[in-house]
């Protein structure tokens, strides 16, 4: 099992590293590839499941938990709102993405 729960990490850790880079590769034109609101959305689905296995093997941490749940829904609208909207994307919502992204990291990592 902790094999499991090893791999689904560096696979929720590699769809936000992909989400982000994909974010900074379009910075430049402010044209979102479609590609991030997947990777984030993965990320999210992952930390979900991730979330399941912890509940079931251990004693999760559930405020932390609740607040990268929170975080990831919140990144995960953001970057379909951004893909929605394409080139129009007002710059709120552009730079909140990878702050949501780099916030979630830090709390996983540092919390």
Known sequence: MSILL?????LHLICWAVGLGTW???ARTRTPNP???HAIAGALMLGIILAALVSVVG???????GIKLLIGIAAAVLAYIANRRREETPSAVWFSIPLAIIVN??????V
Request: hydrophobic share 70%.
């Open 6 to 10: 090893s791999v689904l990490v560096a």
């Open 24 to 26: 900074v590769a379009a």
């Open 35 to 37: 590609g991030m609101a």
């Open 59 to 65: 004693d999760p941490n559930h405020m932390k938990l």
């Open 105 to 110: 990291v830090f709390v996983a990592v540092l």
